[in-house]
């Protein structure tokens, strides 16, 4: 029997290590690994069951050109050929702004650089965005305007350490499960507090001391109000930090608690208890995730986080953090490498001097001046005729962006579209001229980030199917037919990582807190044996930020006015993620383990809304918002606010005949970081 491969779970940005022994064809036995930090052994139903969804139905194994339906095989000289003519043919038309990538946080740090050097070093727009930016996008522009870089401060062990915890906007238990059990050990062992703010009384807000059910959108004045509390009882020190005038001054207006209760239709004794308890534990980390991050309003919901931590000094200490949490395996990795398209790379951005600094390192020749177009702009500017060449790598935005049904026309107009994925049919792929075979989780080899910063490695353990190959190959591949062949001479990835550390280090001098420069010389056999390892260390123990002045800076932040509700869309529509699924099912569908836990999509309504709609627990509705309509199976559920509807993310034409959320929510984006607002869609339900 083979040795089990260490290697990291691709299904959240938990990042849990995992021991893959291959005992058949396609088949493995899947164990957590002791000795990896994030997770110690334990694993959650995904990651468990990781073996199921490894197997070869559906899968691409092939290059095909043309359209559905219509693809025929083609050698990989072919495809790659077509590939590289057609975007140097529209580059040379049209312009390089002409041309996008859409990648994914399913990609590796490795795939992910070779793309964005492609894309902004030789190309020469800044034309790639991810999906992440409808994941953490929010969080990542927060962090950057108050810390000065795009660093998440804390650490898991600081959840552990914690006395009080507070989760805004997070169903961990079904999200981040490991990190929940984590949670839950240490709470059991110490009496760790737990506050849960959330519209939605889910699993996690179940297992609280506190769950506070506030109206969507209100986080930016509860956060306001408790810092508020905090000033009025003497408990901020702003000495350290650069502060705007008029910040205090303004935050003492409207902030009082009965304002605050009122305005996030909370009980006020419940408000006072939450304060209170954020006021008497020091050792506090504030986690949040997509219920702040997926909103109109993100990044004032994660900065008024970020305030309240550094006002408090609950930050750079054991136990006391803000932490937002990341979805995906390598989100952190893709941000570090540029994989966003307002970042250049190396969390660097788009100055003169940065600039300049990165032309230099790659010998680009056309750098990026400017940022590129953000994942809502560019589908849209797909769909004006504004990008003729789109080339779209792990994922599947005709289901998973906002207003599904207009990606699909943009799609569809696009006069060139390639998709590189695992799978031979989603809804994206369709519509695809072009269909590049890419290697699978347990295929593919190269490293990962996760929520806390920490690198991992992902291990192949089974070989490469049918002409399958990893996307920084393809990537590469493309660019050597592009005549940038030199730039792009990668034979292995330890290759790719030591360049990307080496750009880290390039002209930094401590400047940022990315700096791998350690691994800039790593050897290919000590890459391959790399152990899970944090990068930047504790960056803000010593009180000392990557900002001009070296200060953490206080971000005014104001409530905006919730819009009022709309006459044909009374209610408002909640999306998220169910535990056992991920993303559009492309993969964990193939489980039937998985399946058990919610065998179909519902919409989860309260009884009383449900009676005043006449529609039955069991029966059929119909949820529609002015994007688009589906039906879905009614489940009544009196943990959902009166007035609002919850409906998962996961299922696709391919998938389900109803039950499509992806139609549904809106496509307005958050003004700072061009992240969807996912989380609260104007909607109606209506029996059927
Ligand atoms: Fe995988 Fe996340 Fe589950 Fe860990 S918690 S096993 S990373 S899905």
Known sequence: MDAPVRTTCAYCGVGCGVLARRIGDRALEIAGDPQHPANSGRLCSKGTHLGETVGLEGRLLHPLIGRAGAGKRASWDKALGLVSKRFADTIRQHGPDSVAFYVSGQLL???????????????????????????????????????????????????EAADLLVLVGSNTAWCHPVLYQRMMAAREERGTKLVVIDPRRTETAEGADLHLPLKPGSDVLLMNGLLAHCAREGLVDDSVLSVPDGFWEALAKGHDLWSVAKGCDLPPADVQRFFDL??????????????????????????????????????????????????????????????????????????????????????????ASKPGLKAVDLFRAAGEGRIKALWIMATNPAVSMPDAARVREALADCPFVVVSDVMAETDTSLHAHVRLPAAAWGEKDGTVTNSERRISRQRAVLPLPGAARPDWWIVSEVARRMGWGDAFAYNHPAEIWREHARLTAYRNAGARVLDLGAHAALTNRAYDALAPVRWGGEPFAAGRYP???????????????????????????????????????????????????????????????????????????????????????????????????????????????????????RDGTDPHSGQPGFKQTPARLEPV
């Open 278 to 367: 954020f006021a008497a534990h020091s050792r506090t980390v504030t986690m949040f995730s997509q219920g702040v991050n997926q909103s109109l309003r993100g990044t004032d919901g994660g900065n008024a986080i970020l305030n309240l931590h550094l006002a408090t000094g609950r930050i750079g200490r054991p136990g006391a953090s803000p932490f937002s949490i990341t979805g995906q395996p390598n989100a952190m990795g893709g941000r570090e490498v540029g994989g966003l398209a307002t970042t250049l790379a190396a969390h660097r951005g788009f100055t003169p001097d940065d600039c300049a600094d990165v032309a230099r390192f790659w010998a680009a020749p056309n750098i």
């Open 547 to 665: 900002t001009p002045d070296g200060r953490a800076r206080l971000v005014p932040v104001v409530q905006r006015e919730a819009d009022a509700p709309l006459p044909r869309w009374p209610m408002v529509l909640n999306t998220g993620r169910y535990r056992d699924q991920w993303h559009t099912m492309t993969r964990t569908g193939l489980s039937p383990k998985l399946a058990r836990h919610r065998e179909e999509p519902l919409v989860e309504v309260h009884p009383d809304d449900a009676a005043a709609l006449g529609v039955a627990d069991g029966g059929l509705a119909r949820l529609a918002t002015p994007q688009g309509a589906s039906l879905f199976r009614v489940a009544l559920a009196d943990g959902q606010r009166r007035g609002e509807l919850f409906a998962p993310i996961h299922w696709t034409d391919h998938t389900a005949t109803g039950g499509r959320t992806g139609l549904l929510p």
């Open 109 to 159: 740090t490795e795939d992910y650089y070779v793309a964005n050097k492609l894309m902004k070093g030789f190309i020469g727009s800044a034309n790639i965005d991810t999906n992440s930016r409808l994941c953490m996008s929010s969080a990542v522009a927060a962090q950057t305007r108050a810390f000065g870089e795009d660093v998440v401060p804390a650490s898991y062990a600081d959840l």
